[in-house]
């Protein structure tokens, strides 16, 4: 079993940043790609970024120049370096772990961007 616990949300205005953690324990060997979701309210969970184990990454484009991903494989954890927020940032922020074929979720960490 893997359980993935996020931290760093919170409120903050318009054009300024947070950090956000995903620390991932249990059956933490060979945990592969890690990414961030986000879902606002009413709407669907949206792809936001992902960083394989050798660290490539992908980002949404609403996201692009402005969040960066990044991993720790000592620490098992992946951050997510929100700048430049904007109110439409606004969501729950999940992140996710593929091991050996199964994907697991944290249980999520609001954002609110005030403008």
């Known amino acids: 079993q893997v359980q993935l616990v996020e931290s760093g949300g919170g409120l903050v205005e318009a054009g300024g940043s947070l950090r956000l953690s995903c620390a991932v324990s249990g059956s933490t060997f060979r945990i592969g790609a890690m990414g961030w979701y986000r879902q606002a309210p009413g709407k669907t969970r949206d792809f936001v970024a992902t960083?394989?184990?050798?660290?490539?990454?992908n980002y949404a484009d609403s996201v692009k120049g402005r969040f960066t991903i990044s991993r720790d494989n000592a620490k098992n954890t992946v951050y997510l370096q929100m700048n430049s927020l904007k109110p439409e940032d606004t969501a729950v922020y999940y992140c996710?772990?593929?091991?050996?074929?199964?994907?697991?979720w944290g249980q999520g960490t609001q954002v609110t961007v005030s403008s």
């Open positions: 996710n772990a593929f091991h050996f074929a199964r994907t697991y």
């Open positions: 960083i394989t184990a050798g660290g490539s990454t």
